[in-house]
Nanobody, 128 residues
């Protein structure tokens, strides 16, 4: 079993920055891609960003390109989401997810149903 714990959420003004962290523990999973998704009240869970095991492949939703950066530190079993130039529409619960296996394409990593493990989520609120 793999456990994921997100931290770093909070309240920030528009234009500000936050960095989310997702710490992975439990059974070591090799070749594990990681993703960030978000869900606003009354809306579906949307893809935000994903990164392959090696960090070579990184994908972003169009709505966050140029503002958000996903990265990982495999020695620390942690993945990060640096969020800059935040907007009120970025307000949501942000979830970290882990996907086992070797398929690292955007088509696979951008879809929530392809992930095997999920964190509990962390709230991000951006005030105008």
């Amino acid at each position: 079993q793999v456990q994921l714990v997100e931290t770093g959420g909070g309240l920030v003004q528009a234009g500000g920055s936050l960095r989310l962290s997702c710490a992975r523990s439990g059974r070591t999973v090799s070749s594990c891609s990681m993703g960030w998704f978000r869900q606003a009240p009354g809306k579906e869970r949307d893809f935000v960003a994903a990164i392959s095991w090696s960090g070579t492949d990184r994908y972003y939703a169009d709505s966050v390109k140029g503002r958000f950066t996903i990265s990982r530190d495999n020695d620390k079993n942690t993945v990060y989401l640096q969020m800059n130039s935040l907007k009120p529409e970025d307000t949501a619960v942000y979830y970290c997810a882990a996907k086992t296996g070797h398929d690292n394409t955007y088509f696979i990593l951008s879809r929530s149903n392809n992930y095997d493990y999920w964190g509990q989520g962390t709230q991000v609120t951006v005030s105008s």
